[in-house]
């Protein structure tokens, strides 16, 4: 089986599949207050109708790949709220999975991740908790209308490392 190693996440590599910043340490010129420090749009997505904002509880297990999803007309946000939570990406491909492809990354707990439209991913892992709790944003009811989830070949499953 094929060992993805998971790097920590930064701009350049993570380019191609989306945007993250770090809510707990925000970086910029913030709008302030007596006792505030506010930082605007930081991470911006268009959005149809109302969003969702849905948590989610991840065990920890043996990192195996085996399927990935993507979304045709919207983006996704995660959130990491008690642990480093480990994402993979892949390219838009049209609908037919590219697992060779794939990207791992390593994402600071409080870090917001943006995945673009139509890219490869599946759940967030948990990288040291034995469950991993995250925040997921989506337009409502995505995971109904507009979420395309993939099997892979055995051949193609992958092991995710740290």
Known sequence: MRELKATKINAADFAPFGTFFSMTEPEGYPLQGEIHRFYPDRISGTCMGSIGFSPIAVHKDERIVKAAEYHTT?????????????????????????????????????????INAAIWHLCP????????????????????????????????????TV
Do not use: Q
């Open 74 to 114: 919207t983006w996704e946000g995660i959130v990491a709220l008690d642990d480093d939570m480990i994402i993979h990406v892949a390219p838009a491909s049209a609908g037919a999975p590219v697992p060779e492809l794939t990207r791992a990354f390593i994402v600071p707990k409080g870090t917001m991740v943006k």
């Open 125 to 160: 892992l948990p990288l040291n908790n034995e469950v991993l709790h995250a925040m997921i944003i989506l337009p409502e009811c995505t995971y109904a209308n507009d979420c395309t989830v993939v099997g892979f070949e055995e051949k193609d499953w992958f092991k995710i």
